[in-house]
T-cell receptor, first 110, second 116 residues
Framework: GQSLEQPSEVTAVEGAIVQINCTYQTSGFYGLSWYQQHDGGAPTFLSY????GLEETGRFSSFLSRSDSYGYLLLQELQMKDSASYFCAVRDNYGQNFVFGPGTRLSVLP | EAQVTQNPRYLITVTGKKLTVTCSQN?????MSWYRQDPGLGLRQIYYSMNVEVTDKGDVPEGYKVSRKEKRNFPLILESPSPNQTSLYFCASSLEGWTGGMSEAFFGQGTRLTVV
């Protein structure tokens, strides 16, 4: 089977740095992705890691360790607009279907 | 503008009345999929399609059907809806099919379905 685990909620203040962790168990693995979803909106793509290491895109970075089946999303210089749910996702079953984690709700306080 | 379009955005229906939610993408993507989103459960994949006439079950396919007769369209069909199919549904597409790897998935704006 496959499963992903994320913390259900994270709270931080504006300007801070927050890390959202994701651990996964899959029968096949083709990389870890991160998506952001604001209330009432559709998920939007943030980043993708196929190989171990850190990928940086502006204020957001994503890390992957395949040996540990673990990754994280790092959000720096938090802004109020970053308040949203964040989902990690893997492509499983020899690359055929996507599996999403349960999501982490991030609240950014003033 | 590159987009995935779902219709309708909101739908209230009665148990047993067949319905179709349409999904269309204008990016010539090979891969399309349907998800349902329920509180605390995240996004769960219902069906996916690697290309025209190629579809397969995701994690929660029971009670749903799909078809992929054209590359741009991937409708979701509920032959006999039941209250436990009340949910928020998303269609998504991404570029690659059999080549593996990963690319950005584009999501539609969602369809909120209520079955009474």
């Amino acid at each position: 089977g496959q499963s992903l685990e994320q913390p259900s909620e994270v709270t931080a203040v504006e300007g801070a740095i927050v890390q959202i962790n994701c651990t996964y168990q899959t029968s096949g693995f083709y990389g870890l992705s991160w998506y952001q979803q604001h209330d009432g909106g559709a998920p939007t793509f943030l980043s993708y890691n196929a190989l171990d290491g850190l990928e940086e895109t502006g204020r957001f970075s994503s890390f992957l360790s395949r040996s540990d089946s673990y990754g994280y999303l790092l959000l720096q210089e938090l802004q109020m607009k970053d308040s949203a749910s964040y989902f990690c996702a893997v492509r499983d079953n020899y690359g055929q279907n996507f599996v999403f984690g349960p999501g982490t709700r991030l609240s950014v306080l003033p | 503008e590159a987009q995935v379009t779902q219709n309708p955005r909101y739908l209230i229906t009665v148990t047993g009345k067949k319905l179709t939610v349409t999904c269309s993408q204008n990016m010539n993507h090979e891969y399309m999929s349907w998800y349902r989103q329920d509180p605390g459960l995240g996004l769960r994949q219902i069906y996916y399609s690697m290309n025209v006439e190629v579809t397969d079950k995701g994690d929660v396919p029971e009670g749903y059907k799909v078809s992929r007769k054209e590359k741009r369209n991937f409708p979701l069909i509920l032959e006999s809806p039941s209250p436990n199919q009340t949910s928020l549904y998303f269609c998504a597409s991404s570029l690659e099919g059999w080549t593996g790897g990963m690319s950005e998935a584009f999501f539609g704006q969602g369809t909120r379905l209520t079955v009474v």
